[in-house]
């Protein structure tokens, strides 16, 4: 081969390698490029990926609180209600007692009585009664007799009429246990008078003479029934029997019982359990004698 031929075939291998390196380069440049685009794609559809989950997050949370919302509203509690006083009424308070009780426990007094104030007579009441049997020098006997109904309602902040009766129960039979100057007090329940009675017995000593009390506080449903007998030998005649002065007291209480269930008829029955009374009448003391 001529030394001519030999320079042609070199330069030809030549430019064949130059041709291929440069072709080679030229791929190596288009796998560079599409390496160093997939980063940037890759974060544009992560970028997107958090956009469209944190959207997502944020309408389940709106959903969540309406949720919330519909289903606090759902579960709001009713408004409380009481159940309904049984008695809506009280009799006339001096019409209570009968001509006959009235003439065993206070002969000498007129029937009609003497009426307490009352701003509200279908909720509180009393009536009391004077007695005195003038025996000129011999002396007299002395009667005073008083009753006093109360009457509760139901409320919805405060209770059951028939629970509030019954708090006022307790609290007048320990206020008749605890009269200031009382002697020899006693107490005991008395049956066939309502719901609950409790009769309370002591001595007091006044200026007009030695007195016996008899105090019968008694419950019928939502309506406390307030009894006070007292009986006193006054200018030298003699102490009466406590014993028997109790015996005319329980009867009485009983029969006062008895009027308060007969002015409200069957309206113990028929009141309704779910329905909510008015505001309870704020007790008032008794009145008190002598």
């Known amino acids: 081969m001529s030394e001519g031929t030999m320079q042609r075939r070199a330069q030809r291998d030549h430019g064949d390698q130059r041709e291929q390196r440069e072709q080679r380069r030229k791929r190596l440049g288009r796998v560079l490029g599409c390496a160093a685009a997939v980063p940037v794609m890759l974060i544009a559809a992560g970028c997107s990926s958090d956009s469209d989950s944190g959207s997502g997050s944020d309408s389940a949370g709106e959903g969540s609180n309406a949720g919330g919302e519909t289903s606090a509203s759902a579960s709001a509690s009713p ?23 009235l003439g065993d426990l206070v002969p000498k007094a007129k029937v009609s009585g003497k009426e307490g104030n009352s701003d509200d007579a279908a909720s ?11 025996n000129g020098v011999k002396g007299s006997q002395y009667r005073w007799l008083n009753v006093s109904l109360l009457r509760f309602d139901s409320d919805t902040t405060r209770g059951a009429g028939d629970e509030l009766a019954q708090e006022y129960y307790d609290e007048q039979v320990r206020a008749a246990q605890s009269v200031e100057g009382a002697k020899s007090v006693k107490s ?28 019968v506080v008694a419950r019928v449903e939502n309506v406390v029934v307030t009894l006070d007998y007292n009986g006193a030998g ?3 005649e003699k102490t009466p029997n406590a014993t028997e002065l109790m015996k005319d007291a329980q009867k009485a209480a009983k029969e006062a019982v008895a009027a308060v269930s007969s002015a409200n008829g069957s309206a113990a029955s028929s009141a309704s359990p779910s329905e909510s009374a008015s505001k309870t009448a704020s007790p008032s003391k008794s009145e008190t004698g002598n």
């Open 188 to 215: 005991e329940p008395v049956a066939g008078s309502g719901d609950a009675a409790t009769a309370v017995r002591y001595d007091l000593k006044k200026e007009e003479g030695a007195f016996k009390q008899q105090t």
């Open 234 to 236: 006054l200018a030298g």
């Open 124 to 134: 509180r009441g009393s009536c009391s009664w004077n007695s005195l049997d003038d």
């Open 79 to 101: 408004s409380p209600t009481v159940q309904a006083a049984a008695y809506a009424t009280l009799p006339q308070p001096c019409a209570v007692l009968s001509k006959k009780t």
